[in-house]
Structures are given as C-alpha cells and as structure tokens.
C-alpha cells in the first residue's frame, strides 16, 4: 500500500485557490506528522506546513502564512493544503511526507525529518 498520495494540483490562475488533499494510510494520523514540501524548478526543495493532529503542534512557513492553511481528518486519512491567493511564485511540485516522529517544530520544517513521501501533485499559478 502506497504510504502517501497527494491530489488537487492544477493550473490556475494568480489569486484563485487550489485544495490539496495527502491521502494516507490508516492510523498514521495518530503516530506520524505529516508535512507539506514544495519544489519550483531549478529550486531546493521548501519545507511549506505541518501538522500533527496527535499532538496539535502545527508549523507553517512564513511564505504562505496568511494564506495556506493546513487540516487532517483521522476518519479519513487525509490531510489537506488550502491555498488561498496564488501568486505564480508558488508554482512547484508539492509533496506531502510523513514524519519520523509526532510532532511539528513551530519554528522549521525539515525534510530530513521525514522518511515517507508522496509522488507529488503539480500546482502552476499563471500571472
């Protein structure tokens, strides 16, 4: 079973808003931080939100903040990225992961600490 899926990528444009969902598997809500990471061609991978629905802890970049914002439902498995106010600079493939532990760091998000990633979903924002 494919630990991570990500959806809702598309091309709209700048302004509108997409809804990404990460699908996981059963139970992981409960033990595993799940984070959202973005990567622009030719750029490094950006750390983007957490969240830990066991915990409550949750973190989110101050690129976005203001304008995504992160959820999970346990019942269904999901996680999702609400991004409102696309601006073409948040253009990028976005991954969703799971983390080795429980918690989100309110102060970084790093892909270092997270072992399981999703295939990612393709988000381009036109001007």
């Known amino acids: 079973q494919v630990p991570l899926v990500e959806s809702g990528g598309s091309l709209v444009q700048s302004g509108e808003s997409l809804n990404l969902t990460c699908t996981v598997s059963p139970d992981t809500l409960n033990y595993h931080s799940i984070g959202w990471f973005r990567q622009a061609p030719g750029r490094a991978r950006e750390g983007v939100s957490c969240?830990?629905?066991?915990?409550?802890?949750?973190y989110t970049a101050d690129s976005v903040k203001g304008r995504f914002t992160i959820s999970g439902d346990n019942a269904k498995n999901t996680v999702f990225l609400q991004m409102n106010s696309l601006k073409p600079e948040d253009t990028a493939v976005y991954f969703c992961a799971r983390g080795f532990g429980r918690w989100c760091s309110s102060r970084y998000l790093m892909d270092t600490d997270f072992g399981a990633w999703g295939k990612g979903t393709l988000v381009i924002v036109s001007s």
């Open positions: 969240l830990s629905l066991g915990t409550g802890s949750t």
